[in-house]
């Protein structure tokens, strides 16, 4: 089993920052990859972006690029996601997820969920 905790949501403002973080435990992580989903009120959950757990391989969604960075300190077990120029169409629940499969952005390929952490941008 591994457990993925959250950290780092909050209320911003249009064109803020935030950096939210994923720390991992319970399994080893180094034939996993790591990725950053998130769900707006109404809609499915997105993949936002993955990183390789060795090599630092990353993808994103067409909607974050340029905009939002994922990282990883493997000697924390920790993915970050730093958020920059945020949007009011960025404001959703985020979780972190991990998965066998690099750069997946479907859902199925995760085997591993965080509880989601709040982030909301004002207008």
């Known amino acids: 089993q591994m457990q993925l905790v959250e950290s780092g949501g909050g209320l911003v403002q249009t064109g803020g920052s935030l950096r939210l973080s994923c720390a991992a435990s319970?399994?080893?992580?180094?034939?996993?990859?790591m990725g950053w989903f998130r769900q707006a009120p109404g809609k499915e959950r997105e993949f936002v972006a993955a990183?390789?757990?060795?090599?630092?391989?990353?993808c994103y969604a067409d909607s974050v690029k340029g905009r939002f960075t994922i990282s990883r300190d493997n000697a924390k077990n920790t993915v970050y996601l730093q958020m920059n120029s945020l949007k009011p169409e960025d404001t959703a629940v985020y979780y972190c997820a991990a998965s066998p499969h690099f750069c997946s952005d479907s859902e199925r390929k995760y085997d591993y969920w965080g509880q989601g952490t709040q982030v909301t941008v004002s207008s």
């Open positions: 319970g399994r080893t992580f180094s034939t996993y990859a």
């Open positions: 990183i390789r757990w060795r090599g630092g391989s990353t």
